[in-house]
Each structure stands twice: as structure tokens, then as C-alpha cells.
């Protein structure tokens, strides 16, 4: 299981590779530098909080996209890992009609009396 510090790695990495930015440019974007950033996304160093919110600023993503994801975290192996994964790659855009598109499956399963069990 990847310990807490390559978890977050592994999503600094995601978000960052979704934009199409590479390390040095979130380094200068969140003013740190590009061996501190390598170190964080190899899970080598704790970043402070203050260096985790300069991250989410510069990915222009909420703090909470890093965490809550607990054991579910990139490369585990059960479903809503998975989920999460997919998810955390997805657009503002795409995320909302994923989130609609949910709520509707389980409104409709909730009317119908199925538990999904």
C-alpha cells in the first residue's frame, strides 16, 4: 500500500500531467523549487501546508482534490479507487455531467426500491 506522502505524490503528478505542465513550471508557478517538487511527487518529502495550498493554487485545483481518498488513492486496486482515479482525470466540465449522470443513476435505483446488493 503507498504510504499518505506518495499518494499525494502520485496526485500532484496526475493534476499536473492532466494540464499538460511540467515540473519545472509548477515549481515557478507555486514559487518552489523544481527539486522540491520532484522530491513531493516521488513521495520523498512532506510538503507544508503552505507548500500543498501553492500547489493547489498554481493547479488551480481545491486542497481537498489531495485528500480524502484514503487507502482508495491511485494505483489500489478495488472499485472505488478506480472510480477516484477516473474521476481525478476528468475536466470541471466533464466532472459536473459525471456528477449529474450519478445522481440520476441513483435517484432512480432509490425509486425503484433496488438496493444494488
Not at 10 to 16: C, D, E, G, P
Not at 31 to 46: D, K, N, P, Q, T
Not at 77 to 82: K, L, T, V
Request: hydrophobic share 40%; net charge negative.
Amino acid at each position: 500500500m503507498p504510504s499518505l506522502l506518495e499518494e499525494y505524490g502520485a496526485l500532484v503528478r496526475s493534476h499536473r500531467d492532466q494540464r499538460n505542465m511540467t515540473q519545472t513550471e509548477l515549481a515557478d508557478r507555486c514559487g518552489r523549487s523544481l527539486e522540491l517538487i520532484g522530491r513531493i511527487e516521488r513521495g520523498a518529502a512532506a510538503p507544508s501546508f503552505e507548500t500543498i495550498e501553492a500547489i493547489a493554487t498554481a493547479l488551480q485545483i481545491p486542497v481537498r482534490d489531495f485528500f480524502g481518498s484514503g487507502p482508495h488513492a491511485v494505483g489500489t486496486d478495488d472499485a472505488m479507487g478506480r472510480v477516484i482515479v477516473r474521476l481525478s482525470r476528468l475536466s470541471p466540465a466533464d466532472l459536473a455531467w459525471a456528477e449529474r449522470l450519478l445522481e440520476t443513476a441513483l435517484t432512480r435505483r432509490d425509486e425503484s426500491g433496488s438496493t444494488g446488493e
